[in-house]
């Protein structure tokens, strides 16, 4: 089956077979949450990326290969509510976020982040990318090719800045400069809600989300 990233409510998980990297997208919760479960093909370590809801679906992705680390992408609840239960199923495992964001996360960050980080998964590496205005410490997640954004980065636009000019400005400037500026159009987007994207699929309107100021 070849992967589209369309996922539902209580539907199967999409899965993407990369040669190192294995990527399984599953919609968890009220809000339409994406979680992401990623596979090193090699040595089987895994990490989830955030831990939304429904924590019984989540450990059922995660299945009997245990996994290193749950990435957490920001503070907003909706993206951790199932932190709690899935540290405790994997007490080994590393708890990352962003520092501004940590303190909001009431699961405590055993591994703070910073852009320009790295978060190893097996042989696979991954390099963390801070986008701020959505929340003061989101982060995005960027194996070649593939770049997992969290809420900062959807089809159709930037995260939500709360009509805020300075967030807007300043999320929109760091998604351009440290994501458009950076990957090319072939870059997969995954993001938080929603359907995936690319960024070829998206760069023609930069400027019309950059008029319209959200």
């Known amino acids: 089956m070849t992967y589209t990233g369309d996922v539902t409510k209580d539907g199967p998980a999409d899965v993407r077979t990369l040669p190192a990297l294995t990527i399984s997208k599953i919609e968890v919760g009220d809000f339409g949450n994406n979680a992401y479960l990623l ?85 696979v590496t991954l390099d963390v990318i801070h986008l701020r205005g959505h929340t003061p410490g989101s982060i995005a997640l960027y194996y070649p090719g593939h770049v997992f954004t969290g809420d900062s980065l959807f089809p159709g636009g930037v995260g939500n800045t709360m009509k805020d000019p300075e967030r807007f400005d300043q999320l929109y400037t760091d998604v351009v400069e440290r994501i458009f500026g950076r990957f090319d159009d072939e870059t997969w987007v995954y993001p938080g809600h929603g359907k995936d994207t690319t960024l070829g699929r998206e760069r023609p309107a930069l400027p019309e989300w950059r008029a319209r100021g959200w």
């Open 39 to 123: 596979r090193c093909t090699e040595t089987g370590d895994g990490a989830l990326i955030d831990a939304a809801a429904e924590p019984e679906r989540l450990l059922e992705l995660i299945g009997d290969q245990p996994i290193s680390a749950v990435i957490t992408t920001h503070q907003h609840p909706d993206h951790w509510g199932a932190l709690g239960e899935v540290a405790a199923a994997f007490p080994d495992a590393a708890l990352i976020a962003h520092p501004l964001d940590a303190a909001e996360i009431p699961v405590r960050t055993t591994q703070p982040v910073e852009g320009g980080d790295k978060v190893t998964v097996g042989t």
